[in-house]
């Protein structure tokens, strides 16, 4: 009896360690990185002796065969240094080879971000730029370039912002010809485009109704709850607080239950879906593959970043027919721009580099105005030297659009961290369902009482944010609710956060 | 201890071949294993070495944690449809395919046997995307006569996502059964079906007295090998709807993933990896326990049917 109970659980033993090896077992896949590296014959002239220095980077593509055309000129620059461009097929196999590369020592010289900036401080992964700094070289860029916890931290400055900030991430794209079959063109013979959010409805629905089950007037992705919280990123023009700082920062509370705009983001939502309206495929569809759909005219709008006129070029380049114009306001008028935090840093120096004046001249190299230049004149993407993102540098019309519609309504709102630094420590808990989930339940019906939904977020989050802020208190820092509040801020206006006297 | 020794010296060159088997699989699975039991006592990001120790409270947490549950029942109404279904899919497929009036058998196992030989992220992209072709057709069909008034998103619509997603783990995983049991089959001897043909056996006969008990051992190793398959499903869950819409078709193994792996709503990683692993161990620990019942059952069960007979007799 008792050696066939003992058999017994060795076999469900057995059964739970398969269960768990298989749970455990690894999910992804992590490309291995693949090392490129140009270099050059050294010149005849005496040198210093030659140096390799290693950058880690995730963007892949285009953007991947620039830096390796910016590392083969920087070696024309500087023949004794070759930077050795390793690129991985995604931010995840990036995060995951970055840690173990700083656990084995064995980590890159230079890198751009994958982890989050104070992440990276608390690891001690990165080394301040301080020692070859000057003021005149801080002094090229824009006003916010600089910020604690986004590339500064204690004073100290660890990168730079490359990219055009301020900006709204989300911008909307339209299918020309399908407006016009559907009859959306103003008495000049150009397409009328959404001003508003009852025009995005209406048109949607006239454009579905034009096209008879073959094309719909927009397209929304569920498959991902991440572009889903996007769409509340709207009620930003009505004055509503977005992510990543989610609640009202003038009184520090939580307001998707109370702030109308939120309700009326939801209705508009739920009406497109009424009208008929959405590409009835919302389950497939996510950010990755939402510019394919469109390119193929399923429907003839989808919101979402700028990026995807970069997408469009390479993947479907004889698609020409879309503009990309600013997302619409609300229709009682718009009271408030689309805030944006700093620009967060980019290009860092390894902790653990044994050439870090040669890697010190590779960041330099990515700071200066000749790599920007190209950046953009490539179409890489949007430089934070604003003066080089004229039309007539940016060579793809679509990405023209892009840029001009990202810095319609972008502003920089309230940073508490630029204030507070410590503020940066308060990490609340994840909320679940948070925004984007809650909008897909609420979008399929699975949540019917919606308004008690967003009453029970507010609820959550608050408390989320206060046990954070406890929490953090309780080991000794002097963060309180009141630095993440701001009386005096105009969702209308650029705000300068100011650092406490 | 005498006897052990001789007994393993007897038969060293069976131990040497699976030694290094075993090797690896202490380094890479039962190490990981019990490494990952450590990690579910603290809060981890998975960088440098666990230090915020917080005992239990992972376990508590799961425990309460009403999507947990939700992911744990999907994975269980995943696998009670997946499981009974395939096998018998796969028992049928496979009496046709050793049956010598079928011509072209090689063909048609080569057919059925290659989904397992495919990529599942990718046969699940690819079927995601042939629904916006092949579940028009269907919806406009549908509608055509007068059954739906739009279009029916299938993996958007919380109805039908977790039975595509079931339809599709079914057909991904057939060749698996079907390959045992055509061995199983295969090794069945003819005279036994000669001698009972003799006897006046039809083909139902045949079939439920000889084919079955014959393979029945093969059957309860194919049984419990598809059991835990479909216990740890996600590839194809992951790529094809992420576990949504909302939750819908979300299951341990997705939600695991998203505990150990989870990106904010900044883009910035979260990741919970003490957290993740404490989900692992407590489905672990389910399924033990309910493995452990079932065996219970199953030997009570045996013992009955035992004991009636002995009495009938």
Redesign the interface.
């Known amino acids: 009896m008792r050696s066939r109970f003992l058999r017994a659980g060795i076999l469900a033993i057995i059964i739970a360690s398969a269960m768990l090896t298989g749970c455990g077992a690894s999910t992804g896949t992590s490309a291995a990185p693949t090392a490129i590296s140009q270099p050059s014959a050294p010149t005849a002239t005496p040198l210093p002796e030659p140096v390799t220095i290693t950058f880690w980077e995730c963007w892949g593509g285009a953007t991947g065969d620039f830096m390796v055309e910016e590392a083969d000129r920087f070696h024309e620059q500087y023949p004794w240094i070759t930077v050795e461009v390793s690129h991985f097929s995604g931010r995840g196999a990036f995060r995951e080879a970055f840690a173990l590369a700083f656990e084995s020592e064995n980590a890159p010289d230079t890198f751009i971000r994958g982890h989050s900036f104070m992440q990276m401080i608390e690891n001690g992964w990165i080394q301040p730029l301080d020692p070859w700094l000057t003021p005149e070289w801080k002094a090229r860029f824009p006003e916010g370039a600089f910020s604690e916890t986004r590339n500064m931290w204690r004073g100290e400055t660890y990168s730079f912002t490359p990219f055009a900030a301020p900006g709204v991430s989300r911008v909307l794209y339209i299918n020309e010809d399908l407006f016009r079959e559907a009859g959306l063109v103003d008495a000049d013979g150009d397409i009328q485009t959404p001003e508003t959010w009852g025009d995005l409805r209406s048109m949607a629905a006239q454009i579905t109704e034009a096209g008879k089950g073959e094309f719909y007037g927009i397209g929304i992705g569920i498959k991902d709850p991440r572009p889903m919280v996007w769409w509340f990123d709207l009620a930003t023009l009505a004055g509503a607080p977005m992510t990543p700082y989610d609640y009202d920062l003038r009184t520090g509370k939580f307001v998707y239950s109370t702030h109308p705009a939120f309700a009326q983001i939801i209705e508009l939502l739920l009406g497109m879906k009424e009208d008929g309206s959405v590409y009835p495929h919302e389950g497939t569809i996510d950010d990755g593959n939402i510019y394919s759909f469109f390119g193929q005219a399923k429907f003839a709008m989808f919101m979402s970043g700028s990026y995807h006129a970069n997408n469009l070029s390479q993947d479907l380049p004889d698609f020409q027919n879309y503009r990309i114009v600013p997302v619409p306001v609300p229709d009682e008028g718009q009271t408030g721009e689309v805030p944006s935090t700093p620009g967060q840093g980019h290009f860092f120096i390894s902790a653990q580099s044994q050439h870090p004046d040669e890697a010190w001249l590779w960041i330099d190299w990515l700071a200066s105005r000749g790599f920007h230049e190209r950046l953009v004149s490539n179409g890489i993407g949007f430089s934070i030297f604003a003066d080089l993102n004229k039309p007539e540098s940016i060579p793809d019309v679509h990405q023209a659009q892009a840029y001009e519609a990202s810095a319609a309504h972008g502003v920089f709102g309230p940073f508490p961290p630029a204030r507070n630094p410590d503020t940066a420590l308060v990490r609340p808990e994840p909320v679940v369902p948070d925004v984007g989930d809650m909008l897909i339940g609420i979008y399929t019906g699975q949540i019917e009482d919606w308004q008690q939904a967003l009453v029970d977020l507010d609820a959550h989050k608050q408390a989320a944010l206060e046990a954070a802020i406890q929490e953090v208190r309780e080991d000794g820092v002097d963060v309180s609710i009141e630095d993440f509040i701001f009386l005096d801020w105009n969702p209308m206006e650029n705000y300068v956060t100011k650092p406490a006297e | 201890m005498h006897n052990l020794w001789s007994s393993i010296r007897k038969h060293i060159w069976s131990y040497a071949f699976v030694m290094p088997m075993f090797v690896l699989f202490l380094g890479f699975?039962f190490y990981?294993?019990l490494a990952?039991v450590r990690y579910t006592f603290y809060n981890w990001?998975?960088?440098?070495i666990p230090k915020d120790f917080v005992g239990f409270k992972h376990y508590i947490s799961i425990a309460q944690d009403p999507?947990f549950w939700n992911a744990f029942r999907n994975t269980f109404v995943y696998t009670i449809v997946l499981v009974p279904t395939q096998l018998t899919l796969a028992l049928g497929l496979a009496v046709i395919l050793n049956s010598n009036w079928l011509r072209a058998r090689s063909v048609f196992r080569f057919i059925f046997f290659s989904p397992i030989v495919t990529s599942s992220a990718v046969v699940g992209i690819v079927i995601?995307?042939a629904?916006?072709v092949v579940?028009?057709d269907i919806?406009?069909a549908l509608m055509g006569v007068g059954v739906l008034e739009?279009?029916?998103?299938?993996?958007?619509?919380?109805h039908t996502?977790l039975w595509v997603v079931i339809a599709v783990g079914i057909w991904i995983s057939l060749g698996y059964p079907l390959i045992y049991f055509l061995a199983a089959l295969q090794s069945i001897e003819p005279e036994l079906y000669d001698a009972a043909r003799v006897d006046g056996a039809g083909p139902f006969s045949l079939f439920w007295r000889i084919t079955i008990p014959l393979i029945r051992p093969v059957g309860l190793v194919v049984l419990?090998i598809t059991t835990?398959?479909s216990?740890?499903v996600?590839?194809i869950v992951?790529v094809m709807?992420?576990g949504?819409?909302?939750?819908?078709t979300d299951v341990?193994?997705t939600f695991?993933?998203r505990q150990a792996?989870?990106?904010?709503?900044?883009?910035?990683?979260?990741a919970r990896l003490g957290y993740a692993?404490a989900?692992?161990?407590f489905?672990?620990?389910l399924?033990?326990?309910i493995?452990?019942l079932q065996?219970?059952a199953v030997?009570h069960a045996a013992r009955q049917r035992s004991e009636n007979r002995i009495a009938q007799s």
């Open positions: 699975t990981p294993l990952s990001d998975g960088i440098g999507f995601s995307l629904f916006t579940g028009d919806s406009k739009r279009p029916i998103d299938w993996l958007g619509n919380p996502a419990l835990l398959h216990l740890r996600f590839n992951q709807t992420m949504g819409p909302y939750f819908a341990v193994g695991i993933y792996f989870y990106i904010d709503e900044a883009g910035d990683s979260e692993s989900a692992a161990l489905m672990g620990l399924v033990m326990g493995s452990l065996i219970a030997r």
